[in-house]
């Protein structure tokens, strides 16, 4: 069974198209990074699985369920972290905690309790007092202290220091490897290359590519980086030729003995080779997006 | 049960503070009585007399010499005004104010459906209505001891029935009105029931307006008539309880398919 599985969804928002004919599947299991831009349309795909906001057309699935239909037997199984995270005022983080473990009708009193002192959240504090950071971290508590099947975490890492950001993939990938599916999204690239095992890429409300982390990084090709020289060495196949100041930066996709024989004897003073992070993968998938659109639009 | 508990621990303050303001009024009002009455009958006799105006305040068909028509003119404006601000204000922020506050994604994302939240809700405002409506009986019971009235419990039941029939036809519009807003908007609440208080007025003016009485809540709280017949009038209640049907009706149907912002 599926986790997650969206079926041609579309949600215009009066004339404005939210997301459009969105088709997404994720494992159970799964570690899965939905990455686009601000208002790419993934805050709205998530409000949909979690019944917030109705889909115009098209279906969403959690667990083989429809999301309008089974709502509440959906939500209790899912842990959501929402990108702005807001709560009472006036209240305490303790109470703030209590307050969503009673409305699942649960006691994680025990589980609230190991998750502050991971996340060195102050329990007594209020939660108006709080900094970005510890609010999300608050947030992060009410989404993971009823030990939920599935986590679905818009942003999660925004307004937390680099420290709490990786003890909070630590968690996650705790819950991940006792089976749980984790579902985020996200514009960092790099955390989602570091963990997540599939992305999904998403623009203008519609998904350009999803496969495995591993596949969308392995393009066979590197990105040599060299100094002291002015053009490219003759090599084929050669993409995305960027000139620097002193140097010149290229994707190469051919054998790595022949690039070697044609650096030799080139005045290098400097070289890099090393993988072409997702990040310009993203960018390749984007400037794609961006012309195929074009075309359709002429 | 839970979310119910957390309303009413969300609301306490401002029930506090509203109860406290109209029950001293209330008091203030009826504890002065002794000293108004002694110069009443002038008074009386010249507020029966100012034509239109004590008939919009129900003047003229009160005697505002006897302590019933005191009370009845008195409450009419304390309880009557302050009530249904209260419940105005109970009634339409109560779902908007969780889209306000963006505390409904926090709150829609738990395993409650939103039937339950907005019948827990309801029964928040209900209780908080009943809370305030016991204060202001208990101090009203307290003050007419101290100035030593003697009252006929059945027309005070019966007034004090009304204000509690007018409150929750109030919360329950409000609380419809509520489920379309985005963001609670306190002054729609307060507006509305400040017009309603003054189509009441503009009903008792003319003959021709006295329709009115029928679409506004206050219509079967004017003291003079229920002095007068010892009995609500059971037209204006029924369009008022179907009003608030109405309005209970439309939350619900309305907020259970909102897109939440």
Redesign the interface.
């Known amino acids: 069974m599926e986790a997650i599985q969206t079926n041609h969804l579309t949600k215009y928002y009066g004339k404005t198209c939210g997301i459009a004919d969105m088709s997404l599947t994720v494992g159970e299991g799964d570690f899965f990074g939905f990455i686009g831009p601000n208002g790419a349309g993934k805050s709205t795909t998530i409000r949909i699985l979690l019944g917030l906001i109705t889909a115009s057309s098209g279906t969403a699935q959690i667990f083989g369920k429809d999301v309008g239909k089974h709502k509440r037997e959906i939500l209790s199984q899912v842990g959501y972290l929402p990108s702005e995270t807001m709560f009472y005022n006036g209240m305490r983080v303790k109470d703030v905690l209590r307050l969503s473990a009673d409305l699942r009708k649960m006691d994680c009193t025990q589980e609230a309790k190991k998750l502050c002192d991971r996340l060195e959240l102050d329990d007594s504090r209020k939660v108006e007092e709080l900094s970005l950071g510890n609010r999300k971290k608050v947030g992060i508590v009410c989404a993971m202290q009823h030990r939920p099947k599935l986590y679905i975490l818009d942003e999660p890492t925004s307004g937390l220091d680099p420290l709490m950001q990786r003890e909070f993939y630590a968690l996650l990938q705790e819950r991940n490897q006792a089976g749980a599916t984790v579902f985020l999204s996200s514009h960092i690239l790099s955390e989602v290359q570091r963990y997540c095992k599939h992305a999904a890429v998403i623009r203008k409300g519609r998904i350009l590519i999803c496969d495995s982390v591993e596949n969308l990084g392995h393009t066979g090709a590197k990105r040599v980086t060299l100094r002291g020289v002015e053009g490219v060495p003759g090599l084929e196949p050669v993409r995305d030729v960027k000139r620097t100041q002193d140097g010149i930066s290229f994707l190469y996709g051919g054998k790595p003995d022949r690039l070697l024989q044609a650096l030799s004897g080139l005045p290098v003073t400097d070289i890099t080779i090393g993988e072409p992070d997702l990040e310009e993968i993203f960018l390749h998938y984007y400037a794609k997006g961006e012309s195929e659109n074009d075309s359709v639009s002429t | 049960m839970?979310?119910f508990l957390?309303e009413l621990r969300?609301g306490r303050t401002a029930l506090l503070i509203w109860t406290a303001a109209i029950s001293f009024m209330l008091g203030v009002c009826l504890l002065i009585y002794p000293q108004m009455s002694s110069q009443m009958g002038e008074i009386s006799a010249m507020f029966a007399d100012m034509g239109s105006f004590s008939a919009a305040f129900g003047m003229d068909q009160i005697n505002f010499g006897e302590f019933l028509g005191y009370f009845g003119v008195e409450c009419g404006n304390v309880l009557g005004m302050g009530g249904a601000f209260f419940a105005a204000l109970l009634g339409i922020s109560t779902l908007a104010k969780e889209e306000k506050?963006?505390?409904?994604?926090?709150?829609?994302?738990?395993?409650?459906?939103r039937t339950r939240i907005m019948a827990e809700k309801l029964a928040a405002v209900v209780v908080q209505i009943v809370l305030f409506n016991a204060a202001a009986i208990g101090i009203t019971a307290l003050a007419v001891l101290a100035i030593g009235e003697t009252v006929r419990v059945q027309t005070f039941a019966l007034i004090f029935l009304a204000y509690f029939l007018m409150q929750l036809e109030v919360a329950s519009i409000t609380f419809g009105l509520s489920a379309y807003l985005r963001r609670g908007s306190l002054g729609i609440g307060l507006g509305l029931a400040a017009m309603f208080y003054f189509l009441n007025i503009v009903a008792n003016l003319m003959d021709q307006t006295a329709f009115l009485k029928y679409i506004t809540p206050f219509g079967y709280t004017d003291a003079a008539d229920i002095i007068g017949n010892q009995a609500l009038n059971g037209a204006y209640v029924a369009v008022g309880m179907g009003l608030s049907l109405l309005g209970i009706g439309l939350a619900f149907w309305h907020y259970g398919?909102k897109?939440?912002a």
Do not use: M
């Open positions: 839970t979310l957390h969300r506050e963006h505390t409904a994604e926090f709150l829609l994302t738990h395993p409650v459906s398919k897109d939440i």
